[in-house]
T-cell receptor, first 111, second 114 residues
Framework: DAKTTQPTSMDCAEGRAANLPCNHSTISGNEYVYWYRQIHSQGPQYIIHGLKNNETNEMASLIITEDRKSSTLILPHATLRDTAVYYCIVRVGQGAQKLVFGQGTRLTINP | DSGVTQTPKHLITATGQRVTLRCSPRSGDLSVYWYQQSLDQGLQFLIQYYNGEERAKGNILERFSAQQFPDLHSELNLSSLELGDSALYFC?????????????FGNGTRLTVT
């Protein structure tokens, strides 16, 4: 699986959009970008995934650059409950492949 | 609620003992994964099963073993426990082969070895 690079920590004001970057310059054509978050010691929570098109769901938007070497997770209106560690993971699409977690970005939403 | 159920939530035991952690996957999911998270190691993949068969192995110690039963629930057995085995153990499930399917995690079992 391709390696990802994320900032160690970020801050965002409540109500503003939180934009979390991720670099994955060695990504292969069949690898998807997945985002998870972990709030305190709860189980990791799936947020969104994509291959090359931008994706949006009820939680977030995922913007993938045209060359697919980086992506941004956008939480449009951050709340205090979005404070968590966010993991960007690259994963082969087909088959039941494991996820390999890095260190992630610790996002703190400030009131 | 992810739909993945893990029991027990907490477990306290002594060194040298053996414990069993249980996981019930989401309805319809055929793959089960086990992860360990300790304070200094982050989330580490241990092992994966698909429809009862072992499919991938990570850094799982020989003292640890797992299986997936015909009803698709899974158990992780930890034996000869050491202080360093204290950690959160997460189970995840996904639909499985041939599809792009996210993993969905349970809320874990917190194991404390004293």
């Amino acid at each position: 699986d391709a390696k990802t690079t994320q900032p160690t920590s970020m801050d965002c004001a409540e109500g503003r959009a939180a934009n979390l970057p991720c670099n994955h310059s060695t990504i292969s054509g069949n690898e998807y970008v997945y985002w998870y978050r972990q709030i305190h010691s709860q189980g990791p929570q799936y947020i969104i995934h994509g291959l090359k098109n931008n994706e949006t769901n009820e939680m977030a938007s995922l913007i993938i650059t045209e060359d697919r070497k980086s992506s941004t997770l956008i939480l449009p209106h951050a709340t205090l409950r979005d404070t968590a560690v966010y993991y960007c993971i690259v994963r082969v699409g087909q088959g039941a492949q494991k996820l390999v977690f890095g260190q992630g970005t610790r996002l703190t939403i400030n009131p | 609620d992810s739909g993945v159920t893990q029991t027990p939530k907490h477990l306290i035991t002594a060194t040298g003992q053996r414990v069993t952690l249980r996981c019930s996957p989401r309805s319809g999911d055929l793959s089960v994964y086990w992860y360990q998270q300790s304070l200094d190691q982050g989330l580490q993949f241990l092992i994966q099963y698909y429809n009862g068969e072992e499919r991938a192995k990570g850094n799982i110690l020989e003292r640890f073993s797992a299986q997936q039963f015909p009803d698709l629930h899974s158990e992780l057995n930890l034996s000869s426990l050491e202080l360093g085995d204290s950690a959160l153990y997460f189970c995840a499930s996904s639909v499985g082969q041939g599809r792009v399917s996210p993993l969905h995690f349970g809320n874990g079992t917190r194991l404390t070895v004293t």
